[in-house]
């Protein structure tokens, strides 16, 4: 078949759909941030690549830290928990100083966060200087793992992967099994009922703005796995994310794993056989068309009007 | 006891609430009549602090309300059920009720609150936002008495609810003010309905109150007259 | 299926949201200047009927026939304009347009793009804006934003923007929830003199105003039809005072 | 007064959207600037200029009917490569391009390895079919997105994410498709439309004046569409789209008419920057220029015409005017232009002038211009805020004053003034 | 007072008594600010060199620095406000083909001149610019010739970013691979600029296992494209690859050690061994921090200023059309990268080098050419 051994075509297929997984991860976790902002909040969150691009500079940076001080073997589980850290607190301060006040104008949070995308995107400029940085990996997350000798599997794409699975239950069960879940959609559904009935939304609204920063941040620390980190790497998967979201039907956090994992695999595949930029464009064409045809997404739950 | 003193309300420059002033005991129910537009929505919200507003005393059993925030106010005792309802619509019935839980310890529906509404019970996985009319105002109400208020307000429950259910909720107000030592203020268009759970009626107008009877001695026509200007 | 005189005829019909049947295999028939109210238990299907006439909901089986035209395939609009109005539970006006604008605005003329691009205040608009505005009380109110207008007064707009557009099939989810009782008096006159030539649907909790208006009364309940006939009938069913009115 | 009356009202006294403040515009374009300032930054205001129509478009889309639509970039590029497609074959005669393998196309066809003129290419040699399909193609083009759109009903932020996508898709496509469309290069080196040298300074000036003659054309127009009928349903719509839609009106033909005229309006935009800047790129396309044409309207004034033109030159020069001074602070500067437009004027520059002009009374119609223009649910949200900062906030000045009275009151709310006095109020209404 | 204003300067340009202006436009923002700033501060560090020595014709050059942002539109715009507005003797700037091209216009319309630095796909030559770097026989052809000779490749698996220097350069390689070289091209793959999903592509590489990867992948999708070649466990031990766009800038931001053992075909490397490019090296550090370092086109930028003083004094005169006529013919002696002759066709004659990576993140030359003509237009290759 085109000339390539049946074993080839085995590992290709095997290689190829890791290929996707790894992507995926990413995507996933920049879009479940982005489900609970967008999706759950209604805040459409242009600057989430930016909170990403925090936790990659924070990876970038400790890794430095870690060379230096010869902590490098286990920095980058440090790192993961900064980058959660730094990216919550800013979103923090961000809820209180502009989200608050948009909650009833949706559309203008669109404007508003762009803003503030191009004041974040500066303020790394400025910090860290236009050039784009890399973090060193620890050495054991290099290279691959070989299950036979022609498939290879990168070690950090796992990990990135075990990462992801990780953060997407805890998602989960924040939203769905948690007293807080019940309040953040209590809240975002209705803000004045949800104090009505005891909830102190202020606070609700900032710690559910700040996790879904925190989540991005963790997207920026397995970001530096694949790639470097610039002032402008937010705006890489900010299209991407959105698009996972919707297509997975705002509110779902199931659908957002699957349309993340469909999206990634189908463009993965996509790239394999066509050209990378017509791969790119089958996708979001096929994604467009769906949601056209589907326009509340694919796990959306349906509600009379 | 629920006390209130010179309540002012506005909408920007135009004062809806002028100068309003009750005390309600425990296991009082106090009905606020009035005809569409003479305040009542705005006064419930602003006791829940939905709203802003101005007033020289506002306490539950002594515990100043003033300067608290709606989740605050429901912490001190005060427990809502709006007009219109405002299910959350994406959650099951069975979450909207829990969000009443705020105050729990347990953080489970104690068994009374699917006693008097059985319907819920049954509807407990359906979203909320699928209920009919009546439905939700049960879930409402439901909601509203998780918080085990001190104070229940409720804004034309009745409304778009089947004759039998008003019957219902009536018995069902009735009795929760007996197992709960609670007091209810009611906002209502229609006398029937007030008659048999109001321990006193207050006709407001324009943002003031106008006339007031205990249920003992109503004078019908008169509450009517105003009712039907 | 039959050609009828009915200028509603519902048949078999029903909808389903994920396996719960909110109508059940309902056949109804309207007459000509009848109006009929429909009552029954919260969430029996009341609303949903109306939505279903309407094209707002879609059906799952079963036909609407008005004047012998097939209503489930239509788009709303389409409905609209062969003749069926429907107004809303909450008052549903342009709070940003005059009373006179939200009239205009329902005249059944210049509907299309082009015909709105071109549409002209004509003495005949005018006319009936004015005459409409007679019928729902409101004829000092028409230079008032309509966001200013008591609720009452945004429920009779509302009906009155039904009105301009001359619908022979009229219906109302709940007119006088909310309203006093002098403006329930009030729509009663208002629903009598307009069915004088139309048929209504009305639904309603309130019995004492439902008195006032049917002509004869079908309760439903869990999507099907629980009895029908006239009030005095309907309110003495031993079936209809058990789900229904309470005892 | 409503917006839509306000879009309505004669336009003989003045106000924002009246005879003066079109006069005002029309005296800062063709007089004031031409005037005031060099070939070179005419030439750039032209330039933004042509970004207004975009602004323009969205006024009528976003403001009025509130159709956001994040990709308008699309319809600017289409219109823009249109009309690139034809000045590139000008500039590529077999004379000038004999360097080439294959003399007589493009450029970067001839870097591509094409030898032939691609089909699609030919028609563009004919001026009169470009100028056909600057206008025609955007609108199919939107004719089709909005089809497929409203007739499904897509709205709101799900419009918003679809339109982006599909204005990340043509970008992709055309950088993707060098060979056909020049790639991320764009079309560059555009010389003379029929001969006429368009890099001259005369011909810069002639353009300029014709793209302003052509803007004030787009805007009249709007007018138009707004004060009709037609402006007062997509205000309805906008509000209360089940409403109109069971008021017997197809809401959705009337969102894709709005779609399209506003995707021709960008296209002459587009068309128009090319001929004064000389060169087309998919910089134009994507999301950024998208989203920055947004701005632009929302700085001017979401609902305003005019607001829309001065909002894109403001923006616009703020830019160039930033990243030439401080070239490290232009992004905080335009970054925080947006967040403060969009949390402290919502309704942008049209907005201020309206508080002004209300403030000192300047014009009559202005009396009433505090009511925001903003949809409703922005007034609420508005309310909201000062809610959250007022509540709680006790004055006793005032309880203290009425004390007397309250203790009647307690009592028994009979009052027999009070009730009086409300009686004749009641009769009153 | 040799050279009175009125004299060396009589088109209008920002020449004074005192000051030359001279105008700098790379992006120092958006992707390919990881490869431009290495030029911005070559530029700097040569014009404040010339300063030091007093200038051209006894005036200081000042610089106007603009930002073309990663945006292509942006050069032309910034290029023309340069040269309309700010009336600049010359321009040092540029980086991608696709800046170039868009800038070009705008040079040639007002006359204006610029000095290019990097390495390109030829198929030009302007009067108003002069092409600091290498066009394609000085690099492509040389390089494929080395690899194929050295490393016996016959199959080639070509990728690049997506505009126009990858996609003509790799159309040139195709060519000298199938006519000259009599080896095949296995596979040709163009990943928008900025991108960073390879995994796709690796795939197919590793589908492929084509004999060499030849690379022009730019700015900062290279990071991406090495940590993932690393990843998927296509390193130098199992691979060969010779890149035409990683210089000891990309090095920096990519990392040694996902780098080390591959090859670059260049005309400098910071690692030569001569006087005159210890001296760069030193001063440049010096200037921009122990930590910088130095790569092909940074040197080629440096080298603008220097031609630039060097046409001006041979001209005697500030004015366009007399400085660009006099720098053809003019060598370089003190280039780092070794003494370089400007041609007629305003290219250099230089010489290409291959180096390959190490772990420190510099190469080791292992292969000098003799001194390579400019061909911007060779026969059979369009
Ligand atoms: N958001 C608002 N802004 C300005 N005025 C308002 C607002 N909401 C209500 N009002 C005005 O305040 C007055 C009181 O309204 P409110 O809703 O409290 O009346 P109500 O007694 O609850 O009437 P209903 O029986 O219709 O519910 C009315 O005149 C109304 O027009
Ligand atoms: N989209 C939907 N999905 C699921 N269930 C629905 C949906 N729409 C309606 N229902 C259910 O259908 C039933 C009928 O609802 P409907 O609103 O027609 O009742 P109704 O007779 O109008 O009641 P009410 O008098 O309270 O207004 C209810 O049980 C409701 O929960
Ligand atoms: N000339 C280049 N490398 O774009
Ligand atoms: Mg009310
Ligand atoms: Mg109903």
Request: hydrophobic share 45%; charged share 20%.
């Given at each position: 078949m085109?000339?390539?051994s049946?074993?080839?075509?085995?590992?290709?297929v095997?290689m190829q759909?890791?290929?996707?997984?790894?992507?995926f991860?990413v995507l996933?976790?920049m879009?479940?941030?982005?489900?609970?902002?967008?999706?759950?909040m209604?805040?459409?969150?242009?600057?989430?690549?930016e909170?990403?691009?925090?936790?990659?500079y924070?990876?970038?940076?400790?890794?430095?830290v870690?060379a230096t001080?010869?902590?490098?073997n286990y920095?980058?589980?440090?790192?993961?928990l900064?980058?959660?850290g730094l990216?919550f607190?800013?979103?923090?301060v961000?809820?209180y100083?502009m989200?608050?006040?948009?909650?009833k104008?949706?559309?203008?949070?669109?404007?508003?966060t762009?803003?503030l995308?191009?004041v974040?995107?500066?303020?790394f400029r400025?910090t860290?200087?236009?050039?784009e940085v890399?973090?060193?990996?620890?050495e054991?997350?290099l290279?691959?793992?070989?299950?036979?000798?022609?498939?290879?599997?990168p070690?950090?794409g796992v990990?990135v992967?075990?990462?992801?699975?990780?953060?997407?239950?805890?998602?989960?069960m924040f939203m769905y099994k948690?007293?807080?879940?019940?309040r953040?959609?209590a809240t975002?559904?209705?803000?004045?009922m949800?104090g009505?009935?005891?909830?102190n939304?202020?606070?609700?609204?900032?710690v559910?703005?700040a996790?879904?920063?925190?989540i991005?941040?963790?997207?920026?620390?397995a970001?530096?796995?694949i790639a470097?980190t610039g002032?402008?790497?937010g705006?890489?998967y900010?299209v991407?994310?959105f698009?996972?979201v919707?297509?997975?039907g705002?509110?779902s956090?199931v659908g957002?794993?699957?349309?993340?994992?469909?999206?990634?695999?189908a463009?993965s595949i996509l790239?394999f056989?066509?050209t990378?930029?017509?791969?790119k464009?089958?996708?979001l064409?096929?994604?467009?068309?769906?949601?056209m045809?589907?326009p509340?997404g694919l796990?959306?739950?349906?509600?009379r009007? | 006891?629920?006390?209130?003193?010179?309540?002012?309300?506005?909408?920007?420059?135009?004062?809806?609430?002028h100068g309003?002033n009750?005390?309600a005991?425990?296991?009082?129910?106090?009905?606020?009549m009035?005809?569409n537009?003479?305040?009542?929505t705005?006064?419930?919200?602003s006791?829940?602090?939905?709203?802003?507003?101005?007033?020289s005393?506002?306490?539950v059993?002594?515990?100043?309300l003033q300067?608290s925030a709606?989740?605050e106010?429901?912490m001190?005792?005060?427990a809502?059920?709006?007009?219109g309802?405002?299910i959350?619509p994406?959650m099951?019935?069975q979450e909207?009720i829990e969000?009443?839980l705020?105050?729990?310890?347990?953080?489970?529906i104690?068994?009374?609150i699917?006693?008097?509404?059985?319907v819920?019970?049954?509807?407990?996985?359906?979203?909320?936002?699928?209920?009919?009319?009546?439905?939700?105002q049960?879930?409402?109400?439901a909601?509203?008495?998780?918080?085990?208020?001190?104070?229940?307000?409720?804004d034309?429950?009745?409304?778009?609810?089947q004759?039998?259910?008003i019957?219902?909720?009536?018995?069902?107000?009735?009795e929760?003010?007996?197992?709960?030592?609670?007091?209810?203020i009611?906002?209502?268009?229609?006398?029937?309905?007030t008659?048999?759970?109001?321990?006193?009626i207050?006709?407001?107008?324009k943002?003031r109150f106008i006339h007031?009877?205990t249920?003992?001695?109503?004078?019908a026509a008169?509450?009517?007259?105003y009712l039907?200007? | 299926?039959?050609?009828?005189?009915?200028v509603?005829?519902?048949?078999?019909l029903?909808?389903?949201?994920?396996?719960f049947?909110?109508?059940?295999s309902?056949?109804m028939?309207?007459?000509?200047?009848?109006?009929?109210?429909?009552?029954g238990?919260?969430g029996?299907?009341?609303?949903t009927?109306?939505?279903?006439?309407?094209?707002k909901?879609?059906?799952?089986?079963g036909s609407?026939?008005?004047?012998?035209?097939?209503?489930?395939?239509l788009?709303e609009h389409?409905?609209?304009r062969?003749?069926?109005?429907?107004?809303?539970?909450?008052?549903?006006?342009y709070?940003?347009?005059?009373?006179?604008?939200?009239?205009?605005?329902?005249y059944?003329k210049?509907?299309?793009?082009?015909?709105?691009?071109?549409?002209k205040r004509?003495?005949e608009?005018e006319?009936?804006v004015?005459?409409v505005?007679?019928?729902?009380?409101l004829t000092e109110?028409?230079?008032?934003?309509s966001?200013l207008?008591?609720?009452?007064?945004k429920?009779?707009?509302?009906?009155?923007?039904?009105l301009?557009?001359?619908p022979?099939?009229?219906m109302l989810?709940e007119?006088?929830?909310g309203m006093?009782?002098?403006e329930r008096?009030?729509?009663?006159d208002?629903?009598n003199?307009?069915c004088q030539?139309r048929?209504?649907i009305?639904i309603e909790?309130d019995m004492?105003?439902?008195?006032?208006?049917?002509h004869?009364v079908?309760v439903?309940?869990q999507?099907k039809?629980?009895?029908?006939?006239?009030?005095?009938?309907?309110?003495?069913d031993?079936?209809?005072?058990e789900?229904?009115?309470?005892? | 007064?409503?917006?839509?009356?306000?879009?309505?009202?004669?336009p003989v006294?003045?106000g924002?959207?009246g005879?003066i403040g079109l006069a005002?515009l029309?005296?800062?374009?063709?007089?004031v600037l031409?005037l005031?300032?060099d070939?070179?930054?005419?030439?750039l205001?032209?330039?933004?200029l042509?970004y207004a129509?975009v602004?323009v478009g969205?006024?009528m889309?976003w403001?009025?009917?509130?159709?956001?639509?994040?990709?308008?970039?699309?319809?600017f590029?289409?219109?823009?490569?249109?009309?690139a497609?034809?000045?590139?074959?000008?500039?590529?005669d077999?004379e000038?391009?004999?360097i080439?393998?294959t003399?007589?196309i493009?450029?970067?066809?001839?870097w591509n390895q094409?030898t032939?003129?691609?089909?699609?290419?030919?028609?563009?040699?004919?001026?009169?079919?470009?100028l056909?399909?600057?206008l025609?193609?955007p609108?199919i083009f939107?004719?089709?997105?909005?089809?497929?759109?409203?007739?499904?009903?897509?709205g709101?932020?799900?419009f918003?994410i679809?339109?982006q996508a599909i204005a990340l898709?043509?970008s992709?496509?055309?950088?993707?498709?060098?060979g056909y469309?020049g790639?991320?290069n764009?079309?560059?080196?555009?010389?003379?439309m029929l001969?006429w040298?368009?890099r001259?300074?005369?011909a810069?000036?002639?353009l300029?004046y014709?793209?302003?003659?052509?803007?004030f054309g787009?805007?009249?127009?709007?007018?138009?569409i707004m004060?009709?009928?037609?402006?007062?349903?997509l205000?309805a719509?906008?509000?209360?789209?089940?409403?109109?839609?069971?008021?017997g009106y197809?809401?959705?033909?009337?969102?894709i008419?709005?779609f399209?005229l506003?995707?021709?309006m960008s296209?002459?935009g587009?068309?128009m920057?090319?001929?004064?800047?000389?060169?087309?790129?998919?910089?134009?396309?994507g999301?950024?220029?998208?989203?920055?044409m947004?701005?632009?309207c929302?700085v001017?004034?979401?609902?305003?015409?005019i607001?829309a033109?001065?909002?894109t030159?403001?923006?616009?020069?703020?830019?160039?005017?930033?990243?030439e001074t401080?070239?490290?602070?232009w992004?905080?500067?335009?970054g925080g232009l947006?967040?403060s437009?969009?949390?402290?004027?919502?309704?942008?520059?049209?907005?201020i002038?309206?508080?002004?002009a209300?403030?000192?009374?300047?014009f009559?119609?202005?009396?009433?211009?505090?009511?925001?223009?903003v949809?409703?649910?922005e007034?609420?949200?508005?309310a909201?805020?000062?809610?959250?900062?007022?509540?709680?906030?006790?004055?006793s000045?005032?309880?203290?004053v009425?004390k007397t009275?309250?203790?009647k009151?307690?009592a028994?709310t009979d009052?027999?003034?009070a009730?009086e006095?409300?009686?004749?109020?009641?009769?009153e209404? | 007072?040799?050279?009175?204003?009125?004299?060396?300067n009589?088109?209008?340009l920002?020449?004074?008594?005192?000051?030359?202006?001279?105008?700098?436009?790379h992006?120092a923002t958006?992707t390919m600010?990881?490869?431009e700033?290495?030029?911005?501060q070559?530029?700097?560090?040569a014009i404040?060199?010339?300063?030091a020595?007093?200038?051209?014709l006894?005036?200081?050059i000042e610089?106007?620095?603009?930002?073309?942002?990663?945006?292509?539109p942006?050069?032309?715009?910034?290029?023309k406000?340069?040269?309309e507005?700010?009336?600049?003797?010359?321009?040092?700037g540029?980086w991608?083909?696709?800046s170039r091209?868009a800038a070009?216009p705008v040079?040639?319309?007002?006359?204006?001149?610029?000095?290019?630095p990097t390495f390109?796909?030829?198929?030009e030559?302007s009067?108003?610019?002069f092409?600091?770097?290498?066009?394609?026989?000085?690099?492509?052809?040389?390089?494929?010739?080395?690899?194929?000779?050295?490393?016996?490749?016959?199959t080639?698996?070509l990728i690049?970013?997506d505009?126009?220097?990858?996609?003509t350069?790799m159309k040139?390689?195709r060519?000298?691979?199938?006519?000259?070289?009599h080896g095949?091209?296995?596979?040709?793959?163009?990943i928008?600029?900025?991108?960073?999903?390879?995994g796709?592509v690796?795939?197919?590489?590793?589908?492929?296992k084509p004999?060499?990867?030849y690379a022009?992948?730019?700015g900062?999708?290279?990071?991406a494209w090495?940590?993932?070649?690393n990843?998927?466990?296509l390193n130098?031990s199992?691979q060969?690859m010779?890149?035409?766009?990683v210089?000891?800038d990309e090095?920096?931001g990519i990392?040694?050690e996902?780098?080390?053992g591959f090859?670059?075909?260049m005309?400098?490397?910071?690692s030569q061994?001569?006087e005159?490019?210890k001296?760069f090296?030193?001063?440049?550090k010096?200037?921009?921090g122990e930590?910088?370092?130095?790569?092909?086109?940074?040197?080629?930028?440096y080298?603008g200023?220097?031609?630039?003083?060097a046409?001006?004094?041979r001209a005697?005169?500030?004015?366009?059309?007399?400085?660009q006529?006099?720098?053809?013919?003019?060598?370089?002696k003190d280039?780092p990268e070794?003494p370089?002759?400007?041609?007629?066709n305003h290219h250099?004659?230089?010489?290409?080098?291959?180096?390959q990576?190490?772990k420190?993140?510099?190469a080791?030359?292992?292969?000098?050419?003799?001194?390579?003509?400019p061909?911007?237009?060779?026969?059979?290759?369009q």
């Open positions: 085109f000339g390539y049946m074993a080839d075509i085995g590992n290709i095997v759909g890791f290929s996707g997984l790894s992507m991860t996933l976790l879009a479940l941030g982005l489900a609970i902002i967008f999706g759950q209604g805040v459409i969150n242009m600057a989430h690549g909170f990403m691009t925090i936790g990659a924070t990876t970038v940076m400790l890794s430095k870690a001080y010869g902590f490098t920095y980058f589980l440090f790192a993961i900064i980058a959660f990216a607190a800013v979103g923090y961000v809820e100083g989200i608050r006040h948009l909650y104008r949706p559309l203008d949070t669109l404007l508003a762009w803003g995308s191009l974040m995107q500066q303020i400025s860290f200087g236009a050039k890399s973090a060193e990996l620890p054991w997350m290279g691959s793992f070989k299950p036979t000798p022609d498939i290879d599997i070690i950090n990990f992967m075990a990462l992801a699975a990780l953060v997407t239950l805890g998602v989960y948690s007293r807080w879940g019940l953040v959609r975002v559904q209705n803000r004045t949800a009505a009935v005891g909830i939304t202020a606070k609700v609204d900032r559910t703005f996790l879904g920063c925190g991005a941040g963790i997207a920026g620390a970001f530096t796995t470097s002032p402008t790497t705006t890489l900010i991407d994310s698009m996972v919707v297509f997975g705002a509110a956090i957002t794993i699957a349309s993340a994992f469909g999206i990634a695999q463009q790239q056989f066509m990378s930029s017509m791969g464009v089958s996708t064409l096929a994604i467009v068309t769906i949601l045809m589907k509340e796990f959306a739950s349906k509600l009007k | 006891m629920f006390e209130i003193e010179n309540l002012q309300v506005s909408y920007g420059q135009s004062q809806v609430i309003l009750f005390k005991n425990k296991n009082e129910t106090l009905a606020i009035g005809r537009g003479m305040g009542k705005t006064l419930f919200k006791l829940m602090g939905i709203l802003p507003s101005k007033a005393k506002a306490t059993d002594g515990v100043d300067g709606t989740h106010r429901v001190k005792g005060l809502y059920v709006p007009q309802r405002w959350f994406n099951t019935v909207n969000t009443g705020e105050k729990s310890a347990s953080g489970e104690p068994d009374d699917f006693a008097l509404f059985p819920l019970h049954e509807m407990r996985k359906r979203k909320g936002g699928n209920l009919s009319g009546g439905q939700q049960q879930l409402a109400i909601r509203a008495l998780v918080t085990n208020p001190k104070v229940l307000l409720l034309e429950p009745t409304e778009g609810i004759p039998s259910i019957k219902d909720i009536a018995k069902v107000l009735n929760i003010r007996k197992m709960r030592e609670i007091t209810i009611v906002s209502e268009q229609v006398l029937s309905f008659m048999e759970v109001a321990d006193r207050i006709v407001i107008d943002g007031e009877d249920r003992d001695n109503v004078d008169k509450v009517k007259s039907s200007v | 299926m039959s050609n009828t005189d009915f509603l005829a519902v048949e078999d029903t909808v389903s949201f994920d396996g049947k909110a109508v059940d309902l056949t028939y309207i007459d000509k200047n009848e109006l009929r109210v429909l009552v238990p919260n029996a299907g009341k609303t009927v109306l939505d279903l006439i309407c094209g909901t879609k059906s799952t089986a609407i026939k008005f004047k012998n035209t097939e209503l489930t395939k788009s389409e409905i609209v062969s003749g069926v109005g429907r107004k809303f539970q909450n008052p549903s006006i709070e940003n347009l005059t009373v006179y604008q939200n009239l205009e605005v329902s059944p210049g509907r299309g793009v082009f015909g709105s691009l071109t549409f004509t003495q608009v006319d009936r004015r005459k505005a007679a019928d729902i009380m109110f028409l230079e008032m934003e966001a207008l008591s609720h009452g007064q429920q009779w707009l509302e009906i009155g923007m039904l301009m557009q001359e022979e099939l009229l989810d007119p006088v929830a006093s009782a002098k008096d009030q729509t009663a208002l629903l003199r307009i030539n048929s209504v009305v909790h004492e105003f439902v008195k006032k208006i049917a004869k079908t439903l309940h999507g039809i629980l009895a029908e006939g006239p009030m005095e009938k309907v309110q003495a031993e079936k209809v005072i789900v229904y009115l309470g005892h | 007064m409503t917006l839509w009356e306000k879009m309505k009202a004669s006294l003045g924002k959207e005879v005002a029309a005296a800062l374009i063709f007089v031409p005031g300032v070939i070179f930054r005419l030439n205001i032209g330039k933004y042509t129509f602004a969205l006024v889309l403001g009025h009917g509130g159709i956001l639509s994040l990709g308008q970039g699309i319809f590029g289409l219109g823009g490569y249109a009309m497609m034809f000045l590139k074959l000008e500039a590529s077999p000038t391009t004999k080439q393998s003399p007589g493009p450029d970067f066809m001839d094409l032939a003129l691609p089909w699609f290419w030919e028609p563009f040699k004919s001026l009169p079919f470009t056909i399909a600057v025609t193609v609108a939107a004719y089709i997105i909005g089809y497929a759109m409203f007739k499904r009903r897509v709101g932020v799900y918003s679809i339109t898709i043509l992709i496509l055309i950088v993707g498709q060098q469309t790639g991320v764009g079309m560059t080196d555009l010389r003379t001969g040298d368009i001259t300074d005369s810069k000036y002639i300029y014709v793209n302003g003659l052509l803007l787009a805007i009249f127009l709007s007018k138009y004060s009709s009928k037609f402006g007062m349903l205000l719509m906008r509000d209360k789209e089940e409403r109109v839609r069971f008021s197809d809401v959705s033909n009337f969102k008419f709005i399209c506003a995707a021709m296209a002459v587009g068309a920057f090319t001929l004064q800047v000389g060169f087309m790129s998919p910089s134009f396309v999301i950024v220029p998208s989203i920055e947004v701005i632009f929302a001017g004034g979401r609902a305003s015409l607001g033109v001065y909002g030159l403001l923006v616009n020069y703020g830019k160039t005017v930033f990243s401080y070239p490290e602070l992004l905080f500067l335009m947006f967040i437009v969009v949390m402290f004027f919502p309704n942008g520059l049209a907005g002038w309206d508080n002004l209300t403030k000192y009374g300047w009559k119609d202005k009396a009433d211009a505090k009511k925001p223009e949809s409703t649910s007034v609420e949200a508005q909201v805020l000062t809610e959250s900062s007022t509540t709680g906030a006790v004055t000045t005032e309880a203290g009425k009275s309250r203790k009151a307690a028994s009052q027999p003034s009730i006095s409300n009686k004749m109020r009641g009769a209404a | 007072a040799d050279y009175p204003t009125a004299k060396v009589t088109t209008g920002a020449v004074t008594d005192s000051t030359v202006k001279v105008g700098i436009l992006s958006g600010a990881i490869s700033t290495g030029s911005i070559a530029e700097k560090l404040e060199q010339i300063n020595m007093g200038g051209i006894g005036r200081k610089i106007i620095q603009e930002d073309g942002a990663s945006d292509w942006t050069f032309a715009e910034k290029a406000k340069l040269l507005k700010d009336k600049v003797a010359a321009v040092m540029c991608t083909s696709a091209k070009l040079f040639e319309k007002d006359n204006g001149l610029l000095f290019y390109y796909e030829g198929l030559q009067k108003n610019v092409y600091t770097g290498q066009e394609a026989t000085q690099q492509i052809l040389a390089g494929l010739d080395w690899i194929a000779k050295e490393k016996k490749a016959k080639f698996y690049g970013s505009y126009i220097w990858p996609r350069s040139i390689a060519k000298h691979i199938e006519q000259h070289l095949t091209v296995v596979g040709e793959e163009y928008a600029l900025g991108d960073t999903q390879f796709s690796i795939n197919k590489i590793k589908l492929k004999d060499v990867i022009a992948v730019v900062g999708s290279n990071v090495f940590k993932q070649l990843a998927a466990g130098s199992k060969t010779l890149t035409i766009s210089t000891e090095v920096l990392g040694g996902n780098l080390a090859y670059s075909a005309k400098y490397f910071q061994d001569n005159a490019n001296k090296v030193e001063a440049f010096k200037r921009w930590k910088s370092v130095i790569g092909d086109v940074t040197q080629a930028a080298l200023p220097w031609l630039y003083k046409a001006v004094e005697g005169s500030f004015d366009v059309d007399k400085v006529a006099a720098l053809p013919g003019y060598t370089f280039a070794g370089v002759t400007v041609e007629a250099l004659t230089t010489k290409l080098r291959i180096g990576w190490g420190d993140g510099q080791k030359v292992v292969y000098t050419s003799d001194y390579i003509k061909d911007p237009f060779p026969k059979g290759y």
